[in-house]
């Protein structure tokens, strides 16, 4: 299994950007698509979830961040808007089976990707 992240940029407050995970050597139906991120200093926290067609978000990025998959594409998305400058993190994708893994059963369950940097400029 492996996970290609990218779509990562320097961005002003307020803006929009798209992230993209392209999946291979496995099927995006049945298995739990997570983004994580991880700040500078901070640990790695769950932004978002997708399994089937339930949804799951952080509370702090709810309303603003979208997670959806193109399961022709193997590809999981995560679109951004009304970003913050707290949102500057690497942002991470995996694949567990459930939803609500933290970073550390996550890292024990799934597979992840390399990380792509977003900076959100004030």
């Known amino acids: 299994v492996q996970l290609q992240a990218s779509g990562g940029g320097l961005v002003q407050s307020e803006g929009s950007l798209r992230l993209s995970c392209t999946a291979s050597?496995?099927?995006?139906?049945?298995?739990?698509f997570n983004w994580f991120r991880q700040a500078p200093g901070k640990e790695r926290e769950g932004v978002a979830c997708?399994?089937?067609?339930?949804?799951y978000y952080a509370d702090s990025v709810k309303s603003r961040f979208t997670i959806s998959k193109d399961n022709a594409k193997s590809t999981l998305y995560l679109h951004m808007n009304n970003l913050k400058p707290e949102d500057t993190a690497t942002y991470y994708c995996?694949?567990?089976?459930?939803?609500?893994?933290?970073?550390?059963?996550?890292?024990?369950?799934?597979?992840w990707g390399q990380g792509t940097l977003v900076t959100v400029s004030s």
């Open positions: 995996a694949t567990t089976l459930r939803c609500g893994l933290t970073a550390a059963q996550a890292r024990v369950e799934g597979y």
């Open positions: 997708i399994r089937d067609s339930s949804e």
């Open positions: 050597g496995i099927t995006l139906d049945g298995y739990a």
